[in-house]
């Protein structure tokens, strides 16, 4: 079994950042596809930046403002957020896939982080 566990939400004005981190714990390989996912009350989930080997991918409201990264020491994933929007409210979530990001199959979710950015 494995586990994900996130955390590093909190309420920041517009403008500021962030910092989430995701704890793999069990036999979840971190060399696969991971990802941050976020979803707002009333909206869909939403994917907003996966990762694997060598490659990173990114929704297009968040690049140049998120950077997604694996500490393979620490088995954390993280998703640095800078120049937070108001839009970027939502609880995100941390999700791993045995296999690479191409084929969009998570198996491990986290419980989520909530980020709330205030005008």
């Known amino acids: 079994q494995g586990q994900l566990v996130e955390s590093g939400g909190d309420s920041v004005q517009a403008g500021g950042s962030l910092r989430l981190s995701c704890a793999v714990s069990?036999?979840?390989?971190?060399?696969?596809?991971m990802g941050w996912f976020r979803q707002a009350p009333g909206k869909e989930r939403e994917e907003i930046a996966l990762i694997d080997a060598d490659t990173t991918r990114y929704r297009d409201s968040v690049k140049n403002r998120f950077v997604i990264f694996k500490d393979y020491n620490k088995k954390t994933l993280i998703l640095q957020m800078n120049k937070l929007e108001p839009e970027d409210t939502a609880m995100y979530y941390c999700a791993a896939s045995t296999a690479y990001c191409s084929t969009r199959q998570f198996t491990y979710w986290g419980r989520g982080t909530q980020v709330t950015v205030t005008i």
């Open positions: 069990g036999d979840i390989y971190t060399k696969f596809c």
